[in-house]
């Protein structure tokens, strides 16, 4: 897993506040930014970041590959295993029926865009997108469950 998206991870379980409350050494990123709170870089990563989602929602997706650092574009290979990644995600997810938050922080240099959603298929399920913006490169981009919203019971192996 990247390096910055596994950060990220760590820092979507502790700013969840359905978080499992643990200890860490590890402090974690700069809590979220309020839109009157975000530093220049956050607010430019949020209006980006929002737009190259909502192209990404609409399958349509040159915009955010040629966003992306050769490393990220690395990732996937091609545009065209890029939009077989987003097919295959429409096809087993759905649609976005709603959206749960939008946020962001600096995790070093990176400003990070979030966007947490329920999907039609699996409304139990909040994923979280995450763009993080280098400049005006997106220099991460992954997606991660975040939340499940079930009262399932969960089984323990001893």
């Known amino acids: ?6 950060m990220v991870a760590l820092a979507l379980l502790v700013l969840s506040p359905s978080a499992l409350a643990q200890g860490t ?8 930014a309020a839109a009157a709170t975000r530093t220049p870089a956050e607010q430019a990563a949020f209006t980006r970041g929002r737009a190259l989602m909502t192209e990404f929602l609409a399958l349509r997706l040159e915009r955010l590959w040629n966003s992306f650092t050769p490393a990220v574009q690395g990732q996937w290979g091609t545009l065209d295993g890029f ?4 097919k295959t995600g429409i096809e087993q997810y759905g649609r976005e029926t709603k959206l749960v938050r939008e946020r962001t922080f600096m995790q070093g240099n990176e400003a990070v ?14 994923w979280a ?25 969960v089984a323990l192996g001893h």
């Open 113 to 126: 865009y979030v966007r947490s959603a329920i999907y039609e298929k699996f409304p139990d399920q909040v």
């Open 83 to 86: 939009t077989t990644f987003r």
């Open 25 to 32: 050494t590890a402090a974690p990123p700069r809590p979220p």
């Open 129 to 153: 997108f995450v763009m993080g913006f280098t400049g005006d490169r997106v220099t991460t981009f992954g997606v991660l469950l975040e939340e499940e919203r079930t009262d399932d019971p």
């Open 1 to 6: 897993m990247n390096p910055t998206l596994l």
